[in-house]
């Protein structure tokens, strides 16, 4: 990932993680990490920095989407 360490991905996960259980969403951590790197790789490319609140409006958009699902299957 582009200029976050490993804190950030801790605290990115676990944003991603208390939005997809505010949507009944359950994964495993292997999962969830492959979210959290896509959610963390859409806020980058849309010029967006790994904050609380742009990783949050993301995650939110992400699982409101349905988007999950493709990283399942991954």
């Given at each position: 990932?582009?200029?976050?360490?490993?804190?950030?991905?801790s605290r990115c996960t676990e944003i991603v993680r208390k939005e997809l259980l505010k949507n009944?969403?359950?994964v495993s951590?292997?999962?969830?990490?492959?979210?959290t790197l896509a959610v963390m790789n859409i806020s980058y490319s849309k010029g967006g920095d790994y904050s609380d609140k742009i990783i949050q409006s993301f995650a939110k958009t992400y699982?409101?989407?349905?988007?999950?699902?493709?990283?399942i299957e991954r």
């Open positions: 990932m582009i200029f976050s360490d490993s804190n950030d991905i009944n969403v359950n951590d292997e999962i969830l990490n492959k979210i699982v409101e989407e349905g988007k999950f699902p493709e990283e």
